[in-house]
């Protein structure tokens, strides 16, 4: 993930991100077969980290609790997690609409926490 953040996806190659983790570029291929396949799975490593984060979160819980479920994570990968938002156009139709349903699951959980606690919210919150 560092290496697309720092460099973004076209820039960066099989062998600086191989090299980044310490392995070659031959045992990278073994795990990915290409490029675009490491790139869609470090896509969902961030979002799937929120998901399970808020997940252990009961679905009653407190705003206070479901915000620093995910600010543990994004704090975390925060070297990694802005690329996404500018790099993830080059994921193709089906690994953006489940990329987007998960992330859509995530703004459910914070904003389903600010409804409970602040109801005065939700007429700004209908859009979410």
């Not at 993930?1 to 983790?21: D, K, T």
């Not at 070659?24 to 399970?52: G, I, Q, S, W």
Request: include cysteine; charge should be neutral.
């Amino acid at each position: 993930g560092a290496v697309f953040s720092e460099r973004g996806y076209h820039s960066a190659s099989m062998e600086e991100i191989a090299a980044a983790v310490g392995i070659t570029a031959a045992a990278l291929y073994r795990h990915f077969p290409n490029k675009y396949a490491l790139f869609a799975e470090c896509a969902n490593v961030m979002v799937d980290r929120l998901v399970a984060a808020l997940d252990e979160v009961p679905g009653d819980g407190a705003l206070a609790d479901v915000l620093a479920a995910a600010t543990r994570v994004t704090v975390a990968h925060r070297a990694a997690g802005g690329v996404y938002r500018w790099e993830a156009r080059y994921l193709d139709r089906d690994d953006r609409r489940v990329l987007k349903g998960k992330f859509a699951h995530v703004v459910g959980r914070v904003a389903a926490a600010v409804r409970r606690e602040h109801p005065a919210s939700d007429e700004h919150l209908r859009a979410v």
